[in-house]
């Protein structure tokens, strides 16, 4: 299944080949504008695209979230001042972990100004968008070592019997304390340090709204600005921050949404994206 979609102007409209999306997924629009286009708005529903425009190729890339409602969203293209394309776009239901999670003793009295303010500080971060994909070749694991996959992206939480309000925004992998974790793709780090519910933290900008983020990590073998290829060390396996035992906690944003990692790396939509811009996706 692949969460993207070929958009061509055919007399004057838009006509898109599509796949099948479903919420938690990046989708990827891809089409020709005409020469000399400066830009290229494209939102769904209350979501928009991070996009830019090579020549005369266009690239979109928006991100659902695991709470993004099925259905028929509706699809919006907009090339200049030029007349809006809207098309309702059909959503395949996905099936959730549920997950009830009992917090006693301190784990239970977590500071919730500390853990607001460091969300706020990330996305103030996540905000900025980079104009351009940095990477050059597909996505790879984070880890060549680990244990198994202990959770899932987008299982629904449940806190001390609560409602299901929150859902887990990354991929866990239990892995030993110490094992390498290794930059997945091409980018720029802008965030390397020890944080308050995140733990030992790296953030990598991979360009026009792609970050990856890799918490808990007892070691921190980056820095803000350094430059990373695939393989590149970013840090160390570990269980600090809000965490009850080593794994890694792999996030990944689309323009601001947290979307699927896994789901991401499977559908090698890092390459189909570079294929967008003609440009190519060398292993
Ligand atoms: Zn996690």
Redesign the pocket.
Known sequence: MVSSAICRPVWRRWRCRRGQPAAGQALGLRGLVSPGAASVAIRLDAQTAATTIEGERFLGLVGTGAFFSGGRPELIIRVDDGPAWTQPWQFVEREWDYQDLTLTGEAAEIDQQARDEERARLRTLWAIVTPTPQWDAPSRLPLDDYLYQS?TYGGRRSYNGGPYLTY?E?V?FSAYAGTPVLAPAAGTVVLAERLYVRGGAVIVDHGLGVFSGF?HLSAVHATPGQVVRPGDLLGEVGTTGLSTGN?L?WDLLINGVWVDAAVWQEQGLACWALEALDRSCVP
């Open positions: 959770a887990h990354g866990d918490y794994h906690h």
